[in-house]
């Protein structure tokens, strides 16, 4: 799949509906839920290889999305001597954007597997061990933190 680059990539990760930015609070209160706009689905599919606990982690965001979020920490963190409040706020604002996108990553596969299903489709033992070593990869790394 095509991901937007740079700019647009950045803008996808930023958007922001008429009730004001995306903030920690608002994805522990569930209002991120009613914000999820975007298409579930796109970016979905990065880096799904198989891992045993000797293997490493496949990557939870495609390159272009990693590098956008890396930019908007760094320019975050070079502006906190001069605005440490308004770091604070959008390092908070980019901890929710890519909370928010993760969510729209799982989300994204478990439609597709429920597609898949819908249609009658049987979805393949092998694609259900794969998404289930990913959410059991994804958990594991929020715990260890």
């Known amino acids: 799949m095509n991901e937007p680059q740079g700019k647009e990539q950045e803008e996808k990760i930023t958007e922001e509906d008429s009730s004001g930015r ?85 989300a994204g596969e478990r439609e597709n597997l429920e597609r898949e299903w819908d249609r009658g489709d049987d979805v393949s033992t092998e694609d259900l061990r794969i998404a289930l070593q990913r959410y059991r990869s994804f958990f594991d790394r929020l715990l260890s933190v």
């Open 22 to 106: 995306l903030t920690t609070k608002d994805m522990a209160t569930g209002v991120a839920a009613r914000r999820v706009r975007d298409e579930p689905g796109e970016g979905v599919r990065a880096a799904q290889t198989e891992q045993s606990s000797g293997e490493a982690a496949s990557p939870l965001f495609d390159s272009s999305e990693t590098e956008t979020f890396r930019a908007r920490w760094h320019s975050i963190q070079t502006q906190f001597v001069d605005e440490p409040r308004k770091s604070v706020e959008q390092a908070d604002e980019l901890v929710a954007a890519a909370m928010k996108r993760l969510a729209e990553i799982f």
